[in-house]
């Protein structure tokens, strides 16, 4: 009598939940671009485009502008922030520069030095108007 097992095939699950990581101790000197959610706990010095969700970690480090659809900050911001869904700036945060957004969200402790503009539907989301 032969047994035959049957093996299946695994495809790679991917979902819109993919991201990217640069791990702590990591540092990058360049732009950035990418389509996915990105997760920043090294530094980077260079600008961000991103059609997903930024998490700048509590050792997180950006100097450079952001252009993403959401952002949550925990660690530090040294640029300019175009976001155009919301962004929430945690408690651990330090953020320099100017921010353009649908929504904000500030927790108490987290430190914000720069202006505040709020997107509407008609507005185009550059820092240049």
Do not use: W
Not at 27 to 56: H, M, P, T, W, Y
Not at 67 to 81: A, E, M, Q, T, Y
């Amino acid at each position: 009598m032969k047994i035959m097992s049957k093996s299946r095939e695994t495809t790679p699950y991917t979902t819109s939940g993919t991201h990217n990581i640069l791990a702590s101790g990591t540092q990058l000197k360049g732009d950035i671009s990418s389509e996915e959610d990105f997760r920043i706990d090294g530094a980077i010095e260079g600008n961000i485009q991103c059609r997903g969700k930024i998490i700048v970690g509590q050792s997180g480090c950006v100097i450079g502008n952001i252009n993403c659809s959401n952002i949550d900050l925990f660690g530090k911001v040294k640029g300019n922030i175009i976001c155009s869904e919301n962004i929430v700036l945690k408690a651990s945060s330090l953020l320099t520069g100017e921010i353009k957004t649908r929504t904000i969200e500030i927790e108490p402790g987290a430190n914000f030095e720069g202006t505040c503009s709020m997107l509407n539907n008609s507005a185009t989301g550059s820092l240049d108007e």
